[in-house]
């Protein structure tokens, strides 16, 4: 079955980086984007934007620019999120989702819990 | 982009009917009929309950369904369950970025 499976949880400490990964199964990888999604402690979801993984361009949503990487490993049909100058406020659960078509997420991963405490 | 609007709450007894509205611009809802509602329980993953406005996916109950007026769709749940209470989140189509609504808690009462 069309499947989503993310990385454990991370703890770390300011000004560090977390790099979290999104294993697909089930389906061609290649076609569906993946999309990212952030969900602080408590609050509603955040959208952070999408990678094409026909071509690996990136998309960020605004408030994602610089910090927040998405890549690819097509061989490997993986999507990841870097993060790199970790700040408290970073602490949340992130997690990856399979676009349908059109920003209709069918399918997510199970989500990445990052805390970030000195 | 601007987030859509939802309002926080919304409640009702088993077995009645709720509306949440998701109030978008010409832009996003307005403007395509690409506007989707996940379900997320307490500490698990969002679900997809409905997309393209109206169409529910396989196995979601037809208690469930979705429109759309001009800039503002809507999510009802018919028949209301304990387990339909939940946090309940519109998405919509805007261009290139996707956006969320701010959710809404929906107490069974």
Not at chain 1, 51 to 60: A, K, L, Q, R, S
């Amino acid at each position: 079955q069309v499947q989503l499976v993310q990385s454990g949880s991370e703890l770390k400490k300011p000004g560090a980086s977390v790099k979290v990964s999104c294993k697909a199964s089930g389906y061609t990888f290649i076609g569906y984007s993946i999309n990212w999604v952030r969900q602080a402690p408590g609050q509603g979801l955040e959208y952070m934007g999408w990678i094409n993984t026909n071509t690996g361009n990136p998309t960020y949503a605004q408030g994602f620019t610089g910090r927040f990487v998405f890549s690819l490993d097509t061989s490997v049909s993986t999507a990841y999120l870097q993060i790199s100058s970790l700040k408290a406020d970073d602490t949340a659960v992130y997690y990856c989702a399979r676009d349908q078509s059109y920003m209709t997420y069918d399918c997510w991963g199970q989500g990445t819990l990052v805390t970030v405490s000195s | 982009q601007s987030a859509l609007t939802q309002p926080p709450s919304a409640s009702g007894s088993p077995g009645q009917s709720v509306t949440i509205s998701c109030s978008g611009t010409s832009s996003d809802v307005g403007a395509y009929n690409y506007v989707s509602w996940y379900q997320q329980h307490p500490g698990k993953a969002p679900k997809l309950m409905i997309y393209e406005v109206t169409k529910r996916p396989s196995g979601v109950p037809d208690r469930f369904s979705g429109s759309k007026s001009g800039n503002t769709a809507s999510l009802t749940v018919s028949g209301l369950q304990a387990e339909d209470e939940a946090d309940y989140y519109c998405t919509s189509h805007a261009g290139s970025i996707g956006m969320f609504g701010g959710g809404t808690k929906l107490t069974v009462l």
